[in-house]
């Protein structure tokens, strides 16, 4: 009787997962960036607010990432 219970719950399952949902859409070469914030942060820690690309408008803005910086790889 178990093993009917759990057959047919594994039958039930769906064979893939559904997709994940659609990101926005990728920005044009030479297009305005959106407003964002990310955590600013110097070799002593964080900062104590956001980064906003909307503080430097009007100025040149390099964006980098270093994806292992802060870890042990």
Do not use: E, H
């Not at 914030?37 to 906003?52: D, E, F, Q, V």
């Amino acid at each position: 009787m178990l093993t009917t219970f759990v057959l047919a719950a594994l039958l039930q399952q769906p064979a893939t997962p559904p997709p994940p949902p659609p990101g926005p859409p990728a920005l044009a070469v030479g297009a305005q960036a959106p407003d964002f914030s990310i955590p600013g942060a110097t070799r002593y820690g964080t900062l104590k607010n956001p980064a906003r690309l909307s503080d430097y408008k009007g100025k040149t803005v390099v964006l980098a990432f270093f994806f292992k910086a802060r870890t042990r790889g």
